[in-house]
C-alpha cells in the first residue's frame, strides 16, 4: 500500500484503500501519516459529534412535529419529512464511523463497512438534493399552477413521488459501487466519493447530482417570486389581497434551506469538477485545509434545516416547544396538539387572486 500520485496535498501522505488492506487480519489501525497538530483532530472530532447531535435531534424534532400536528400533515410537508430522513442516514450510521475514524488516526472497521459507509452517505445527499428539488417543484405548482395542485399533488400521488425520488436517489448512487469511487481519503477520514476515480463520471455525477437540480430549484423559485410581485402590482390597491408577513416567511423558509444546502455543498462539487477537469494541474493547487474545510461543511448541511424551520417558522417552532414539554412530561405519544380549530383558523394562509389564476400561500 503506498502514496497515490495523482493526490498528495501538502504535508499528507494520501493512499487509496483496496479491499485487501482493508480485509487484512492485522489489528492496528491503517497506518496514515498525517503531519497534523492534535487541535486539528479534537477541533474536528467536536464538530463532528456536534453535527451528529443536532442532526438527530433536530431532524426527528421534525418528523414528530408532523407527525402530531395535523396543520403540518399536507403534501408539501411529505417532501420535508423526506428531507429529514435523508439527513438522518448520515447521522445515525455514517458520521459516527468517521468519528471512529478521526479518532483511530485511520480507518479500523474493515472494507464492507466502509463501502456500506460511503454508499450511504451518497444516499444521503443525492436523497437530500432531489428531496430539495421535488419541494421547489411542489412550491411552484401550488403558487403558480393553484387550480391544478390538488389533482397533482393528491396524497396518493405525493406518496408516489417521495417513492419515485428516493428510487432516482438508489439508482444514482448505484454506479458508485461498479466504478470504484468509493475509497478511504485520510485526509477527511470517511469512505467517500474519490474525485479523480474517473473524470468522466465526476463530471457526470457533479452535473446531474448538483449543478442540474440546482437550475431547477432556481427556475422554481424566480417564477414564484415573480408572480407574487406581478400580483401585488397588478391588482388595484382596493381590492389587493394582504401578503402577510407570516405568508412570506414561509416561502423564505424552503428557499433558505435551499440555499444553505447550495453554500455548503457547493465548494466540494466546485473542487470536483476541477480535479475532473485536469487533475495533474488542480489537485497539487489544493491545500489540506480547503478540501478538509469543504467536507465538514458539506456534513454540517445535514443539521442545519431542522433549525432553520424552528427559527423561521412558527408552526414548527410551536410544535417544537410542545414535544420538548410532552418528552418531559412523557405524554408525545398521547397528545394530539393540532386540535384547537380556532388555532387553526388562526393559522389560514391568505390567499392571492389574479384574474386568471389562484395564487395561494400555504404553511410549509
Not at 428531496?131 to 405525493?158: E, F, P, Q, V
Not at 468522466?200 to 432556481?218: D, E, K, R, S, W
Request: aromatic content about 12%; overall charge positive; proline content about 6%.
Amino acid at each position: 500500500m503506498g502514496c497515490s500520485n495523482t493526490a498528495p496535498p501538502p504535508g499528507v501522505c494520501t493512499m487509496l484503500i483496496n479491499e485487501s488492506d482493508l480485509n487484512s487480519s492485522a489489528p492496528d489501525p491503517i497506518d496514515t501519516v498525517l503531519n497534523r497538530p492534535p487541535w486539528v483532530t479534537t477541533t474536528l472530532g467536536c464538530f463532528l459529534i456536534f453535527t451528529i447531535v443536532v442532526d438527530i435531534l433536530g431532524n426527528l424534532l421534525v418528523i414528530f412535529s408532523v407527525y402530531r400536528n395535523k396543520k403540518l400533515r399536507n403534501a408539501g410537508n411529505i417532501f420535508v419529512v423526506s428531507l429529514a430522513v435523508a439527513d438522518l442516514v448520515v447521522a445515525i450510521y455514517p458520521y459516527p464511523l468517521v468519528l471512529t475514524s478521526i479518532f483511530h488516526n485511520g480507518w479500523i472497521l474493515g472494507y464492507v463497512h466502509c463501502q456500506l459507509s460511503g454508499f450511504l452517505m451518497g444516499v444521503s445527499v443525492i436523497g437530500s438534493i432531489f428531496n430539495i428539488t421535488g419541494i421547489a417543484i411542489n412550491r411552484y405548482c401550488y403558487i403558480c399552477h393553484s387550480l391544478k395542485y390538488d389533482k397533482l399533488y393528491s396524497d396518493k400521488n405525493s406518496v408516489c413521488y417521495v417513492m419515485l425520488i428516493w428510487a432516482l436517489t438508489v439508482v444514482a448512487i448505484v454506479p458508485n459501487l461498479f466504478v470504484g469511487s468509493l475509497q478511504y481519503d485520510p485526509r477527511v477520514y470517511s469512505c467517500t466519493f474519490e474525485q479523480s476515480a474517473s473524470s468522466a463520471y465526476t463530471i457526470a455525477v457533479v452535473f446531474f447530482h448538483f449543478i442540474l437540480p440546482i437550475m431547477i430549484v432556481t427556475y422554481c423559485y424566480l417564477r414564484i417570486w415573480i408572480l407574487v410581485i406581478q400580483v401585488r402590482r397588478r391588482v388595484k390597491p382596493d381590492n389587493r389581497p394582504k401578503l402577510t408577513p407570516h405568508d412570506v416567511r414561509n416561502f423564505v423558509t424552503m428557499f433558505v434551506v435551499f440555499v444553505l444546502f447550495a453554500v455548503c455543498w457547493a465548494p466540494l462539487n466546485l473542487i470536483g469538477l476541477a480535479v475532473a477537469i485536469k487533475p495533474q494541474v488542480v489537485i497539487p493547487l489544493i491545500p489540506e485545509w480547503l478540501f478538509v474545510a469543504s467536507y465538514f461543511m458539506a456534513y454540517f448541511n445535514s443539521c442545519l434545516n431542522a433549525i432553520v424551520y424552528g427559527v423561521l417558522n412558527q408552526n414548527f417552532r410551536r410544535e417544537y416547544k410542545r414535544i420538548v414539554v410532552s418528552v418531559c412530561t412523557a405524554r408525545i405519544f398521547f397528545q394530539d396538539s393540532s386540535n384547537d380549530a380556532g388555532e387553526r383558523l388562526k393559522s389560514k394562509p391568505s390567499p392571492l387572486i389574479t384574474n386568471n389564476n389562484q395564487v395561494k400561500v400555504d404553511s410549509v
